[in-house]
């Protein structure tokens, strides 16, 4: 049911930008792009999400292509504390919010 | 704020009983979504219900039901325990205004023997 696609896993030294990409070429226009991330042995917490326009946060950004059919979440400077898997997750008008696989993202010191 | 409250946080049974799990959403939101997680299968989206009516459902069999409350606390049952039902069961709250994001709880990890 996902409507997304991520890469299974990717790496990062310490203190190093991190690109993570999702691919959402079915998206209508009314869906918002969001991103969560789970830490181990921890649920799901919100990183960011946007409709059309570039964010920023204070934990990422989130970079939207022009024509919405992809997105990237920069971590500015990747700590081990960002190891974690991320999902992309398109959110629709009617809330229903379905979790692909996500990217394991491993941080190497 | 208190957060998402998930209980309990961990449950043994066996096959063939069932199990209610209970969750408690961030004071003022509305809304209950339900997950399943599982090494194979990943996060499962359950259902979800809104001021006490199933708004949306995951494509899981009619052994996993839930219902809400008026006070939004939520709870799901899975009656008839199978093997594969062990798994991280998530609750996530959310609003109904601003960003509309999940907020999850810790889980309730089940292991059915």
């Known amino acids: 049911d996902a409507k997304t696609t991520q890469p299974n896993s990717m790496e990062s030294n310490e203190e190093e930008p991190v690109h993570l990409p999702c691919n959402h070429s079915?998206?209508?226009?009314?869906?918002?792009i969001h991103w969560y991330r789970q830490l181990p042995s921890q649920g799901p917490e919100y990183v960011i999400h946007g409709l059309t326009s570039n964010v920023n946060n204070r934990m990422a950004s989130l970079a939207i292509a022009e024509d919405r059919k992809s997105s990237t979440l920069i971590l500015h400077r990747a700590t081990l504390r960002d190891a974690a898997v991320y999902y992309c997750?398109?959110?629709?008008?009617?809330?229903?919010?379905?979790f692909g696989a996500g990217t394991r993202l491993t941080v190497k010191p | 704020k208190a957060g998402v409250t998930q209980t309990p946080r961990y449950l043994i049974k066996t096959r063939g009983q069932q199990v209610t799990l209970s969750c408690s959403p961030i004071s003022g939101h509305r809304s209950v979504s339900w997950y399943q997680q599982t090494p194979g299968q990943g996060l499962q989206f359950l259902f979800e219900?809104?001021?006490?009516?199933?708004?949306n459902k995951g494509n899981f069999p009619g052994r996993f039901s839930g219902r809400q409350f008026s006070n939004s606390r939520s709870e799901m049952n899975v009656s008839t325990l199978e093997l594969g039902d062990s798994a991280l069961y998530l609750c996530?709250?959310?609003?109904?205004?601003?960003?509309?994001?999940?907020?999850f709880g810790a889980g309730s990890r089940l292991t059915v023997l």
């Open positions: 219900y809104f001021s006490e009516t199933q708004r």
């Open positions: 079915t998206i209508s226009g009314t869906d918002y």
């Open positions: 997750i398109l959110r629709p008008v009617n809330n229903d919010m379905r």
């Open positions: 996530a709250s959310r609003g109904v205004s601003g960003a509309n994001v999940l907020t």
